[in-house]
C-alpha cells in the first residue's frame, strides 16, 4: 500500500495533536490548518470537513491497530505478555491515536465509540485464544 501524501499525514497529525492537547473543540479546521502549516484550501484539498478529518484520524487508529494486533499475535513472549508489556501509554503513535479518537467520541463523533469498542474486541479475540 503507498505512503499517503506527507501533506496528508502533517494535516492528520496536527489534527491528532490538537486532539490529544487541547480537546476535540479546539480541533477546528483553522486551527488545524494552522498547526499543519498548510493553508484552509490546502487542508480541504484532503480532507473536506471536520467529519472527514476524524475518519482519517479513525482509519488511522485501525492501521496502527492492525500492525499491533499482528506483532501481538506473532510475538515469541506470547500475545497477553506482549499485550502486557506494551499496554504502558509511552506516547507513541498507537497510543496518541487512541487518546484523540477518545477525544472525538467525547465530543460526540458518531463513529468513534465504534471504532473504540472494534479495536477493544479485536484486541480480546487475539488475547483469548
Do not use: C
Amino acid at each position: 500500500m503507498p505512503r499517503p501524501p506527507l501533506a496528508r499525514e502533517r494535516v492528520l497529525d496536527a489534527f491528532e495533536d490538537i486532539l490529544v492537547r487541547d480537546g476535540e473543540r479546539a480541533a477546528t479546521l483553522d486551527a488545524t490548518a494552522k498547526a499543519a502549516g498548510v493553508s484552509k484550501g490546502g487542508l480541504l484539498y484532503h480532507f473536506g470537513s471536520k467529519d472527514e478529518l476524524a475518519e482519517g484520524l479513525i482509519e488511522r487508529l485501525n492501521r496502527l491497530l492492525d500492525e499491533d494486533v499482528t506483532a501481538m499475535a506473532s510475538a515469541d513472549e506470547g500475545p497477553v505478555s506482549f499485550f502486557i508489556r506494551t499496554s504502558v501509554m509511552e506516547n507513541d503513535p498507537l497510543d496518541r491515536a487512541i487518546i484523540a479518537v477518545s477525544r472525538l467520541s467525547q465530543g460526540g463523533y458518531a463513529a468513534a465509540p465504534a471504532a473504540l469498542q472494534a479495536m477493544r474486541t479485536l484486541w480480546a479475540d487475539t488475547l483469548r485464544p
